[in-house]
């Protein structure tokens, strides 16, 4: 069956935005996060998107498996470290680095073998946010017990943000409590996420791992602030399959959520929550419509939803139909309007939705 909805990648727009995070970063190196399948893009991808990077940070063994197995050498940084003894070998020999953030993971580097070269960690200061990582006041026992193993090197402290996407709530809490640490022992650090690399260049330290802003999003939860020129990679894209008139006092679709209150053109697009579009998008989400803006009209389907055709001139099956991801649609808008993080927009399409990719560099092989 012919497909309808697809998903567009600008590697362009990857490479532009990774540039942009370099600079700013300065004399950091930045680490584009790839966990979650590159946050719905695709890790293989997204990784041969960025040949120049300074590295990766990702979560899934696997990955770190995919991206070797593929003669992807650049360095990874495991963000959650690994769970057991023979992951933590297939991190040695495929050499990344990982964090250390729990007294099980200590124990299991405590047993470890030596290998060829030393395991390099970054050990995780919990800083407030109190899912993982070692209290200020553990780290001089902790730091003791790293230095008297010889399989491991430890190249500086970590922490991660709480609150650093909300430009109303400060970070100075977590950021007093990490630096004095990183003062008191006098280790690099890596700190920054992308709100953090944006807003405050304290936190940039050894490695900032920069996610959104690599895909093109906004990581703030606020709008974007301005003199920023990052792109969105993603944009997903469908046609028109249908349409249908209504008369005035006429409800729409499921649950007849919607009806008309003037005789109105309907159009029907072949995309739905099936494909990973939001069930709770409501009526009046935005949508471009051969490049009109318009809106959602009554409950999303599972493969189909419908669009307000009023004033949208010359409309025919086929027509182009943008969901987000152009600069006349941000995705932060559906995610808005749909009360769905951006990025949970993205890492929820099914795999199954065919990916074109544009703005490959030009090959003169
Ligand atoms: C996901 C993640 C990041 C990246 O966060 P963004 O807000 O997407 O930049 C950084 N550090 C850790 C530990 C993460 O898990």
Known sequence: MHTTTRVQLDLAALRHNYQQIRQIAGASRAFAVVKSDAYGHGLLRIAAGLPDADGFALIQMDDLRALRENGIQTPVLLLEGVMNAADLQDACLLNADMVLRSESQLQMLECMPVYAQPLKIWLKVNSGMNRFGFRPEQLPGILQRIEALKAVRLCGLMTHFACADDLDSDIEGQWQVFSQAVQ????????????????????????????????GNNPFSQPMPAGYDFRPVMSLQSEIIGMSHLQAGEALGYGATFTADKPMLIGLVGCGYGDG???????????????NRTRVVGKVAMNVMAVDLSGVDAIKLGDPVVLWGDSQLQIAEVSQYSGVLSEALECGLTKRLPVCLIGEEPSFA
């Open 184 to 215: 008191r022992y006098q280790l690099p650090f890596t700190a920054a996420n992308s709100a953090a690399l944006l807003r405050d260049a304290r936190t940039h330290g050894a490695i900032a791992r920069v996610g959104s802003l690599v895909y």
């Open 277 to 291: 579009y939001p069930y709770t998008a409501p009526t009046g989400t935005p949508v471009l419509v051969k490049g």
